[in-house]
Structure formats: C-alpha cells, structure tokens
C-alpha cells in the first residue's frame, strides 16, 4: 500500500522554465513532509520541508505547496537549471510515527539546455 | 558537517552468504536507520534505531536483521542473501526526538547478489 505516490516516474523541462513536480498522499495522519534530491551514485539529501499548518514554503528557486485537502503537495523550481538534474523524492511523517519517514516512487527531472 | 559513512559502495555475493553492511555517523545522532532503493519503489525503511541496543522494524524488515552496539555505527545484516535482496541500500540518521525531519544519509551500498 503506496502512501505516499509520486505517479510521475520522470519529466523534462527546458532550462530557465518552471518544473513542478507532483505527490499525492493517502494517510491523513501525516502532518509533515519533505523532498529529497538524488544524484546518481550519491545518497538523497534535503531540499525543503513543509509543516501541515502551512500551505507554502520558499527557500531560493525552490517552493513546495500543500494542499491539504486534496493530499497533495508539489515542488516547484525556477528558474530550472542544469544542475537541477536528479531524482526527487517526497517524503512525509506524522507526529505518531514520528521515527518514520515514507517515501514516494521517486521522479527523474532532466533539465535540457 | 554530518558525515554519514558506508562501508562498501559496491558488493557482489552469492545466494546463501552472509552479508554485512556497516554504516557510521560523526555527529552523534540517536537515530539511525536502513533504506533500500528499487525502481518504481522508491525508498523503503528496513530497520531503525532510536538508541544503543534499541531496534525497531521498519516496513519491509524481512530476511534482514540489525545491530547497534554503539551510538555511531548501525549494521544491517542480510543471513542468507537471496536474489531479491539485490538493491541499492542506504544508511541515513538524524538526531533527537520528536516529529521525523532532515535525514542525513550516506552515499549508498549497492548489492547484487547472484
């Protein structure tokens, strides 16, 4: 039982345009949530995180949204830059499971100059 | 800066052996936990640890086990590998208590085993 989906598995954008990268949830217990970046041969790091009281957050090029109703969040990043390459993952945990980060499939975002 | 570290990047094994996988962080973090990655899967939590000795199954702990007989190191074991434990496996931790948050993860192990 996927609980955290990203139906995406990759998507292309042009340099200097917009990617918006898509997760839906089903657990109404998560409560916060996060995205992950990966380069081939390197594990996941950090990106930018979001707490269920919110419904945006910015840090740089990049910003995600929750829409809690829905159970959807999105990462947006732009201007999208060649180094932007990667696999992003969304993850999300809830207060109760609280050691637990669940992961989503994964997206593959190719940024062509 | 964290530094958490894998012992093998890549390792070839045969069906049946034993396999270690080591992981150490510098920062004295409480919890640690195992990954693994597959296609189409993503990550999926093995095991964690919240404390020395302390262990908890994640959501596919099956044909593996772990140990944490020191604050900064979290071994996975795999007792008998098998095919489908061939994976790209990921050790992460992250300090304290309370709701999860960034996780610190090292470079990742990649497994085939034939």
């Known amino acids: 039982d996927q609980q955290v989906k990203q139906n995406s598995p990759s998507l292309s954008v042009q340099e200097g345009r917009i990617s918006i990268l898509n997760c839906d949830y089903t657990n109404s217990m998560f409560d916060y949530f996060l995205w992950y970046k990966k380069y081939p041969a390197e594990g996941p790091t950090f990106l930018i995180s979001i707490s269920s009281i919110k419904d945006k957050n910015e840090d740089g090029r990049f910003t995600v949204f929750l829409n809690k109703s829905a159970k959807h969040l999105s990462l947006h990043i732009v201007p999208s830059q060649p180094g932007d390459s990667a696999v992003y993952f969304c993850?999300?945990?809830?207060?109760?499971?609280?050691?637990?980060?669940?992961f989503g499939q994964g997206t593959r975002l190719t940024i062509n100059p | 800066d964290v530094k958490v570290t894998q012992s093998s990047r890549y390792l070839v094994k045969r069906t049946g052996e034993k396999v270690f996988l080591e992981c150490v962080q510098d920062m004295d973090h409480e919890n640690m936990f195992w990954y693994r990655q597959d296609p189409g899967l993503g990550l999926r939590l093995i095991y964690f640890?919240?404390?020395?000795?302390?262990?908890e199954k994640g959501d596919i702990p099956e044909g593996y086990s772990v140990s944490r007989e020191k604050k900064e190191r979290f071994s996975l074991i795999l007792e008998s590998a098998s095919t489908n434990q061939t994976s790209m496996y990921l050790c992460?931790?992250?300090?304290?208590?309370?709701?999860?948050?960034?996780?610190?993860f090292g470079e990742g192990s990649r497994l085939t085993v034939l």
């Open positions: 993850a999300a945990s809830s207060f109760q499971g609280a050691q637990k980060l669940v």
């Open positions: 992460a931790s992250r300090p304290g208590q309370g709701p999860a948050g960034e996780l610190f």
């Open positions: 640890s919240y404390d020395v000795k302390m262990k």
